[in-house]
């Protein structure tokens, strides 16, 4: 049996540098001669909607629960990396992914950071969750989930001790860590996210006290044991699952390699 339970924190912050482009190697659609233009563009991210109607995943997460943190807080945060970045050229083109990992500037993020990290945390938090969630993984992510943490119940008895644990605002996570080719659950505070580390996330849970207080108060609890036998998309988690595959080998090579 083995789990793994990481809390990981960001550090200050600093003004972008000319040499930033060399400090990473983040394939973001700009040139130098870009660089120097003066652009037009107005916006740059929009707010994703998520993957289902607001009033579906009640009766555990009210629409008026959604319409708040998705239509203001998510929307915020959008709203404001949009701000921000018409400021700056630099970032124009980026992907988000390739935003967040910019920005976050080797533990050291930029102004920009917040902003971008929290309008993917969103994106994939509503993505983690479906109308009758719950229940237990399937196929290969079971299997994995019970190699990597002894079974399904230690697991989810795991995450919840580290969501319940979580000092502050920050996030939960089920990732799927390049570097030690396993499963793990992982705290962030804030915004941080596991992009930063390069580590493939599988599941979010938010727990900033604004994605939970209108319908739980202060009972974080139960907010996170009705994420858990409810809402939580393992349809997600396994297709998330099945892609990272491509990028982290978990067993022996099913093809022979020459
Ligand atoms: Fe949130």
């Not at 998510?74 to 083109?93: A, M, P």
Request: net charge negative; aromatic share 12%.
């Amino acid at each position: 049996m083995s789990w793994c339970c990481c809390n990981r924190l960001s550090t200050s912050s600093s003004s972008v540098t000319s040499d930033l482009w060399r400090q990473f190697n983040v394939p973001c659609r700009i040139s130098n001669v870009g660089l120097r233009q003066k652009r037009s563009v107005s916006a740059y991210y929009g707010l994703k909607t998520p993957p289902y109607k607001l009033d579906a995943l009640e009766p555990y997460m009210s629409q008026s629960m959604v319409e708040i943190h998705w239509g203001d807080h998510h929307r915020g945060y959008v709203e404001s990396l949009n701000k921000q970045i018409e400021k700056n050229d630099i970032f124009y083109g980026c992907t988000m992914d390739e935003l967040i990992k910019l920005t976050y500037n080797n533990g050291n993020p930029l102004p920009e950071f917040s902003d971008a990290a929290q309008v993917w945390n969103h994106d994939f938090f509503w993505e983690s969750m479906q109308p009758g969630g719950g229940d237990i993984p399937k196929l290969g992510l079971l299997q994995q989930i019970d190699k990597d943490f002894g079974s399904f119940t230690i697991f989810k008895d795991k995450f919840i001790e580290a969501a319940l644990t979580l000092f502050g605002s920050g996030w939960i996570w089920l990732v799927l860590s390049r570097e030690e080719k396993r499963l793990a659950i992982i705290k962030t505070s804030n915004a941080v996210n596991p992009l930063v580390w390069n580590d493939i996330p599988l599941i979010g849970l938010d727990l900033w006290e604004h994605a939970y207080y209108l319908d739980y108060k202060n009972d974080k609890a139960n907010y996170v044991n009705v994420f858990m036998n409810h809402l939580v998309s393992w349809d997600a988690a396994l297709g998330r699952m099945a892609r990272a595959q491509a990028f982290v080998n978990l067993g022996e090579p099913k093809i022979p390699v020459a």
